[in-house]
């Protein structure tokens, strides 16, 4: 898979993807590196940890902002690794993934994509190592980031990446850019405009969404006001 990389600040990168219009996250640090979400089986786990390489030669950490399979059925790829999650994002792997992947899989084939639904199907589902509830902070070496539950919205264990010396943040898929928030069966649309606010809050000038183009705070606070309405 090819991917546009942007440097949305010194060593905090976004790899646009063009399955999915999906955004993967990578933040460097003088000791580690944090990458944000493992993509959708390993073919394309292992093209982003390539891409990770040629910008980072220090070891990984990787953390899954939710469990929906386009976001963490590529982390074997990535072995062996710290891997952070929600502990509710953690149990959802574990009593969902195997039924997530079908469902792709099925759902590739029936759009004419059977390498696709092949790749997912031939994935190794790997559960999170290391699990939160509310914020955590690593440090990277001359920089820290926090991952952060902000609420409930997309889904019930929504994890944000606070890069607060970059003014960065990774939003997952409580923001979208080029097509409307996605509100399935397991978001929180009740509460995921205050989720929002809290997101807001951090005071990052950049937000990566993980479907879409980096956006500003003006672009986060109209989706806000849209899914309020």
């Not at 390489?53 to 963490?72: G, K, M, N, Q, S």
């Amino acid at each position: 898979m090819s991917a546009r990389w942007l440097e949305v600040a010194p060593g905090v990168f976004a790899g646009r993807h063009a399955e999915l219009d999906q955004t993967i996250g990578l933040v460097v640090g003088t000791g580690r590196c944090l990458v944000v979400d493992s993509g959708t089986d390993e073919v394309h786990g292992a093209d982003i940890l390539a891409a990770v390489r040629e910008r980072a030669a220090v070891p990984w950490t990787l953390v899954i902002t939710h469990a929906h399979f386009d976001h963490f059925f590529g982390t074997a790829a990535f072995l062996p690794c710290p891997l952070w999650a929600h502990a509710r994002c953690r149990e959802v792997i574990e009593a969902d993934g195997e039924e997530q992947r079908r469902d792709w899989a099925a759902r590739y084939r029936s759009k004419g994509e059977p390498e696709l639904a092949r790749r997912l199907e031939a994935a190794r589902l790997v559960p999170p190592t290391d699990v939160f509830t509310d914020r955590v902070r690593i440090d990277l070496g001359g920089r820290a980031v926090e991952l952060i539950h902000p609420g409930l919205g997309h889904t019930d264990h929504d994890v944000v990446v606070h890069v607060p010396d970059a003014g960065v943040v990774f939003a997952g898929d409580l923001v979208e850019q080029g097509a409307p928030p996605q509100v399935g069966p397991d978001a929180e649309p009740a509460h995921w405009p205050s989720t929002m606010d809290n997101v807001l809050a951090l005071g990052a000038s950049v937000i990566v969404p993980g479907h879409g183009e980096p956006v500003d705070p003006a672009f986060v606070v109209a989706q806000r006001d849209e899914l309020a309405r």
